[in-house]
């Protein structure tokens, strides 16, 4: 049976009290199932895990052979709410059932009811929203937007970025996924990535001098432009570069560049907005408004959704220029439904707030094990969304990806999933983030099975 609440929590409880492995298939053969895995499946640019994953409720997931695991990432950084959550199954029952896809010319009040919702919770100049199925898509829709608005088509991103794997996407995209297919799209420049951690472009006392890179960015951008730069597309924390966040007043300067040029800026809060990393946004952390806005993993708990939210001036000039991002699931009803039940849950449960104060424990948590472990050499994150690097030596800062795996895969075993990425662009970097209904005692349990795995990995180098 579900607990709907906790005494004096604030979030909905939506974890199951019985122990029991959690899974809708039973008699699993792991064995027989790779081997019709390796059979069938096509390989699309990752490792398969050895395990095959029959359940997953609240915060765990729940193996074939019987082993529960703390989902420290969310799924694919997605599930903000936690797996089956009950409100949500309920949405997704009644809709599947009732209103579930319909032509793309028609309306229904799930779609209208989340555009209000989430442009509500934005600043003024974020106006109108338009719902698409993932992060790829809805940054695919908006350097269009871009392009069609201001009538030029070179694009600015951010080294070690990630963005997506469709073409204008996959184009921006400075991190992975880019070869072996020819050229990508024309008029596409990189900026210096913010790594305050491995930056080379250093102030006379060591600290990081973000301000010269960025210029000294543009100014090579500048030399390579055609005349035709605009949009600059960026996220707020680089997660698949290792968890880099953007030094502070940075996505102003950004903006401000932007202005200069006569470009638009672009946020893509895939991993950061509806609360992952203490405010509803993190452009409410900034203090910035973009001129286009998009979001998915997080906006539909697990379920494919994302959105582009843009100005009222953009989205007039743009349907005047006949922009058109026409799909078979554009404002589809039942994961429209999902989404504005997010924002709701997210809202009503003060999960914001939540956010912050569950983030403010992980990361001391994670900073008490580098002041244990001299193998980690930076700690770096917002609210529920953290970073460990795993360093050979701290001095050197060289990259030490064969322990990371090691400590990795001992904590998994443990009973702790903690991603790491294995490729070289920011190998040795955990991302942690949990559901943003992690409790305390969860925090708790994930730090001590993780200093479990440390403290049983050789190499990891105690100091204590």
């Known amino acids: 049976m579900t607990a709907q609440s906790i005494e004096g929590d604030p979030v909905a409880a939506v974890e199951t009290t ?3 492995p959690v899974s809708i298939y039973s008699n699993v053969n792991q064995e027989v199932l790779h081997s019709k895995a390796q059979r069938y499946l096509f390989n699309y640019g990752t490792k398969f895990m050895p395990d095959i994953i029959c359940g997953s409720k609240g915060l765990y997931v729940h193996t074939a052979n019987g082993h529960k695991i703390l989902d420290w990432t969310s799924g694919q950084m997605s599930c903000l709410l936690g797996h089956g959550h009950p409100e949500i199954v309920k949405t997704i029952a009644e809709h599947a059932a009732n209103l579930d896809h319909l032509f793309s010319g028609m309306l229904s009040p799930p779609v209208i009811s989340l555009s209000e919702r989430l442009c509500s919770l934005l600043p003024p100049g974020l106006d109108k929203a338009f719902f698409l199925s993932t992060g790829g898509e809805s940054n695919e829709a908006a350097i269009k ?3 069609v608005y201001t009538g030029k088509f070179e694009i600015v991103a951010v080294n070690g970025s990630w963005h997506g794997v469709t073409a204008q ?3 921006a995209q400075y991190h992975y996924g880019r ?3 020819g050229p990508l799209m024309p008029g596409m420049h990189m900026l210096p990535a913010p790594n305050s951690y491995r930056s080379i472009f250093r102030k006379p006392d060591g600290s990081y001098d973000w301000e010269t890179e960025l210029d000294y960015g543009w100014s090579l951008i500048d030399q390579a432009s055609c005349g035709s ?7 707020c924390i680089q997660s698949s570069a290792g968890i880099h966040v953007l030094p502070c007043g940075y996505l102003k300067a950004l903006k401000k ?3 200069r040029r006569g470009m638009l800026l672009i946020v893509d809060e895939a991993q950061t907005g509806v609360g992952r990393c203490g405010d509803m946004m993190a452009i409410h952390h900034e203090g910035v408004t973009p001129d286009i806005l998009t979001l998915s993993k997080t906006l539909g708990n697990g379920l494919p959704l994302s959105a582009v939210v843009t100005s009222d001036e953009i989205e007039k000039t743009c349907a005047e220029r006949d922009y058109c991002f026409y799909t078979t699931h554009v404002n589809d009803p039942l994961p429209a439904a999902v989404g504005n039940k997010v924002l709701e849950i997210v809202v009503r449960d003060d999960l914001v707030n939540h956010s912050r104060a569950m983030g403010k424990l992980l990361h001391e948590g994670l900073r008490r094990l580098q002041s244990r472990y001299q193998c980690i ?8 969304m953290a970073g460990v690097e795993i360093v050979v030596d701290r001095e050197t800062k060289e990259p030490a990806r064969e322990l990371a795996g090691f400590i990795a895969d001992r904590a998994y075993d443990l009973g702790v999933w903690a991603n790491l990425s294995s490729h070289g662009s920011f190998g040795g970097v955990f991302r942690i983030a949990p559901p943003i209904t992690v409790t305390k005692d969860q925090i708790q349990e994930g730090l001590e099975l993780l200093e479990q795995a440390f403290a049983s990995t050789p190499g990891a180098m105690p100091l204590y």
């Open 18 to 20: 019985d122990l029991r």
């Open 145 to 147: 937007l871009a392009k």
């Open 169 to 171: 996407a996959l184009s």
């Open 179 to 181: 070869k072996g297919q």
């Open 229 to 235: 730069l605009a949009a600059v597309i960026v996220e």
């Open 257 to 259: 560049h932007c202005e």
């Open 377 to 384: 050499g930076d700690v770096r994150g917002r609210g529920l």
